[in-house]
Each structure stands twice: as structure tokens, then as C-alpha cells.
Nanobody
Framework: QLQLVESGGGLVQPGGSLRLSCAAS????????IGWFRQAPGKEREGVSC????????NYADSAEGRFIVSRDNAKNTVYLQMNSLKTEDTAVYYC????????????????WGQGTQVTVSS
């Protein structure tokens, strides 16, 4: 069982930055692709980014392209999501999820989920 724990959320002003972390335990993270998703109040969970197990392939949703950067350090069993130029519409609970490969934004394709970390963008 791959266990994932997100951290790094918080309150930030529009235009600011945050770096989220997704730490793994239980199984070795390096075998898994990791997706980042978010869910705002009253909305469905949506995909943000995904990184392959090796880190060689990264995907971004249109909402994240050019502002967010996903990376991983398999030696530390951790995946990161650097979020820059944050907007109020980025406010959501952010989740990381594990799968054998990046499988788009269908949440059913991801087998392991963290509990989420709240990101609030507000002045």
C-alpha cells in the first residue's frame, strides 16, 4: 500500500507562490507516477499535473501550464508542486495520487490518494 501525505498548503496573496510536497511511505515512490489534483468547494476534483515515475514526463492542465512546475526526488520519496503566480481561482484542497503511469485526469485511474492540503489564495 502506497501512503501519501501532502503538505505545504496555506494562505497566500494573489501573485504569490507555494510549494506543495507529497511524501510517500509504505512502498517505494519511484515505481509510481504521481498526479496532482484539486477540488474547490462545490466543484468536482480536477487534474492539475502529473509526473512519470522517472520524472521524464510531465503533464499539466491548461490551468497550470506556465505557472506550476512538478518535480520529484525519488531518493527522498517526495514529489513537489511549485505553484507560482497564484490566482484566487487556485483556491482548493490539493491532493496527490499514485498510479502506474500518468493517465490523464480521470481520478478513477489513480489507486492511492493523500488526504489533501488546503491552498487559499486571497488578499
Amino acid at each position: 500500500q502506497l501512503q501519501l501525505v501532502e503538505s505545504g498548503g496555506g494562505l497566500v496573496q494573489p501573485g504569490g507562490s507555494l510549494r506543495l510536497s507529497c511524501a510517500a511511505s509504505g512502498l517505494t515512490l519511484r515505481y509510481y507516477a504521481i498526479g496532482w489534483f484539486r477540488q474547490a468547494p462545490g466543484k468536482e476534483r480536477e487534474g492539475v499535473s502529473c509526473i512519470s515515475s522517472s520524472g521524464g514526463i510531465t503533464n499539466y492542465a491548461d490551468s497550470a501550464e506556465g505557472r506550476f512546475i512538478v518535480s520529484r526526488d525519488n531518493a527522498k520519496n517526495t514529489v513537489y508542486l511549485q505553484m507560482n503566480s497564484l490566482k484566487t481561482e487556485d483556491t482548493a484542497v490539493y491532493y496527490c495520487a499514485g498510479a502506474w503511469a500518468c493517465r490523464g485526469w480521470d481520478t478513477a485511474q489513480y489507486d492511492y490518494w493523500g488526504q489533501g492540503t488546503q491552498v487559499t489564495v486571497s488578499s
